[in-house]
């Protein structure tokens, strides 16, 4: 969200939940996280109380339950759980926002003789019309509590869409679109932030920030140096390796950033950079069939495409699931707060 703000530093918030945190693989991959299946036992409980569970978008959890309700999933129900995940283009430093894939990667500067790691968040995106600039940047600024005085062109915007009665300005609180935290890059008026719509989270909603679930804004600012260097890329289509398979994943093009090549240009243009850049992974002849059969698919699940790879559906079929018995978030959590139980 473009955000001309007047940013008040106040009282801490509540502590923050975890997060998705990986060791970065040691063998030359590029995938960390495991995909997993679960069955509801609460059946208050909808898809997006399991996605902001296991910290992904709704783009996540519905591409991977396409024949599942979103509001009504019902006790008993099988769901994929698509916790596992490719990695951005090298270099790894810093934030990386992959804006089509809508995911955040954090790697933190390694600790003395530990592991370097990468924790990744589903991040909302911009609508139509306000997209994210891309390229390099930096974290130049953090912010408690933000209060956000509204553009006037988001305002004009309001107005045409019939909400007449949209703030010119918003205090700090739960009730901020800006979100109780907020981290500010380079790029004129783009934050990434919490936010007080929290079921937005992996949707196209913003002015052109990145909104996190508030749990998720509360541990990345804790750790989040000034000076964090940030890049924001479109890459819709990613090739991975693990354990020497390779795989694919693929998210729908965001329009506003248009492309010369097509979805499947794209697709043979990725596996050729990935070979290129990791001699030997790649077969001979690649598996072009495969790779532009997945992509076509728009499978955000990571795709086995190799020689001898199992069927993505027969391999999602024969997960073991487990029983998800936490407690639905409740209407209460539909706010910037973190939630106090989560």
């Not at 956000?148 to 045409?160: A, F, G, L």
């Not at 783009?190 to 007080?196: A, L, P, Q």
């Not at 693990?242 to 994943?249: C, D």
């Not at 043979?268 to 072009?288: I, N, T």
Request: hydrophobic share 40%; proline share 13%.
């Amino acid at each position: 969200m473009l955000a001309a703000a007047v940013l008040l530093s106040l009282a801490a918030l509540a502590r923050p939940a975890g997060a998705a945190t990986f060791v970065l693989p040691a063998d030359g991959g590029n995938m960390v996280g495991e995909i997993r299946a679960i069955t509801l036992a609460n059946p208050r409980n909808t898809l997006l109380d399991v996605a902001r569970r296991y910290d992904l978008g709704y783009n996540e959890i519905t591409a991977a339950n396409p024949r599942v309700s979103v509001w009504v999933p019902h006790a008993g129900t099988r769901i994929v759980v698509p916790t596992e995940f490719i990695l951005p283009p090298k270099p790894w430093v810093g934030i990386i926002v992959d804006v089509p894939q809508r995911r955040l990667y954090y790697f933190p500067t390694p600790r003395p003789g530990k592991p370097p790691r990468v924790i990744t968040f589903p991040v909302g995106i911009a609508r139509s019309g306000w997209p994210t600039p891309l390229g390099r940047t930096r974290i130049i600024a953090k912010y408690k509590n933000p209060s956000w005085i509204v553009p006037r062109d988001i305002q004009r915007e309001h107005r045409r869409e019939g909400d007449a009665r949209f703030p010119a300005y918003f205090p700090p609180g739960p009730d901020n679109p800006m979100g109780m935290l907020a981290m500010q890059t380079g790029f004129s008026e783009i934050f990434i932030h919490g936010t007080n719509r929290p079921w937005g989270v992996g949707m196209q909603v913003s002015h052109g920030c990145l909104h996190l679930y508030p749990e998720d804004a509360a541990y990345l600012f804790r750790r989040l140096p000034i000076g964090t260097p940030v890049r924001i890329i479109n890459q819709p289509v990613l090739v991975g390796s693990r354990n020497g398979h390779l795989y694919v994943s693929s998210a729908p093009p965001v329009a506003d950033y248009p492309s010369r090549e097509n979805a499947r240009t794209q697709a043979v243009l990725a596996l050729s950079r990935f070979r290129k850049a990791h001699p030997g992974l790649v077969p001979d002849p690649a598996p072009w069939h495969r790779l532009l059969a997945a992509v076509n698919a728009h499978r955000i699940v990571p795709v086995p495409i190799g020689p001898h790879a199992a069927d993505i559906e027969r391999q999602l079929a024969g997960l073991m699931p487990s029983a998800y018995t936490d407690e639905p978030y409740g209407a209460d959590a539909n706010s910037a707060a973190v939630p106090e139980t989560h």
